[in-house]
């Protein structure tokens, strides 16, 4: 009969043992939200402190700037293909900036991925070492890398594209280090067995079966490398950031070529996120999804 009853009288222990825990899952969960709430209080407050102007004050004047520039080039419309096609090689310099950044990190990433993948590593004391560099590329800001270039070669595109392909490198060397860690080693065990160099296992074992995923990181990439290179024109980096720092700079007169520059980059950007996207889908699925 003890041996019937203990079953009995142990599901009521572990059901307060079960609401125990839940209960001390939401006391931590709320003391976690509690200190979050807190922190950005307190931040903003201090924040609000050193501004040039306080937000409470300011915010009823967000919609100011914005209101000016579409009154501004409302009035100056038909003016509005002419800017759009003047500013037109300020973006082709935006997208070569991108593309070639883009380029240079897509191969920085893949080689960083390889020597830093357990079972494909040519030198496997080396992983964390190669780790830590994609750690501290992807770790450092692109304004910060562009701002310090700028002060050692001057103004110009070469800055902010040496800034994009690093910061690159670092994040897809970790985006195809685990891609490369879903890779079948079987074909890398038999090239090895037929006397394959390291970069034959991995031009002819790994790389085929990751492309896909490789070509659409890389792509999504690109589309984020295209905003970063326009924000880096308002530090000297050229391209149309650079134009759109200089019309805002010039402020009433010169709104309307602020609106077209906004007009071509919203654009510009819409146009390359459908076509990439559409490019990603087909790679890893073998389809086009409609929009």
Do not use: C
């Not at 690093?166 to 079987?186: C, F, P, Q, R």
């Amino acid at each position: 009969m003890a041996d019937l009853a203990a079953p009995a009288d142990r599901e009521p222990d572990a059901r307060g043992a079960y609401l125990a825990l839940t209960r001390r899952r939401r006391l931590y969960s709320g003391l976690t939200l509690l200190i979050f709430v807190v922190l950005m209080a307190s931040g903003f407050a201090v924040a609000d402190g050193r501004n040039a102007g306080s937000f409470v004050d300011g915010w009823r004047n967000m919609l100011d700037f914005p209101a000016d520039v579409v009154a501004e080039a409302w009035e100056k419309r038909a003016e509005m293909p002419a800017l759009l096609w003047r500013y037109v090689p300020a973006l082709i310099e935006t997208l070569n900036i991108a593309a070639l950044a883009s380029l240079l990190g897509f191969f920085g990433g893949l080689g960083l991925s390889l020597v830093s993948t357990q079972g494909l590593a040519p030198f496997p004391r080396l992983i964390p070492v190669f780790r830590r560099i994609m750690d501290v590329l992807r770790a450092m800001p692109e304004i910060v890398v562009a701002l310090v270039l700028i002060f050692i070669m001057g103004s110009g595109p070469v800055p902010a594209m040496i800034a994009i392909a690093l910061h690159t490198a670092g994040a897809l060397g970790k985006l195809y280090s685990e891609v490369n860690e879903n890779a079948d080693l079987k074909p890398v065990e038999g090239l090895q067995s037929v006397g394959a160099s390291w970069g034959q296992r991995m031009a002819y074992g790994v790389i085929p079966q990751v492309a896909p995923n490789y070509l659409s990181y890389g792509l999504l990439r690109f589309e984020i490398n295209i905003r970063a290179s326009a924000i880096l024109g308002f530090v000297g980096a050229g391209g149309i950031g650079y134009e759109l720092r200089n019309s805002m700079t010039f402020g009433l007169g010169k709104f309307d070529e602020a609106a077209a520059i906004f007009v071509l980059l919203f654009l510009t950007i819409v146009v390359v996120d459908q076509v990439s996207s559409q490019l990603r889908n087909r790679l890893t699925q073998g389809r086009e999804i409609a929009p």
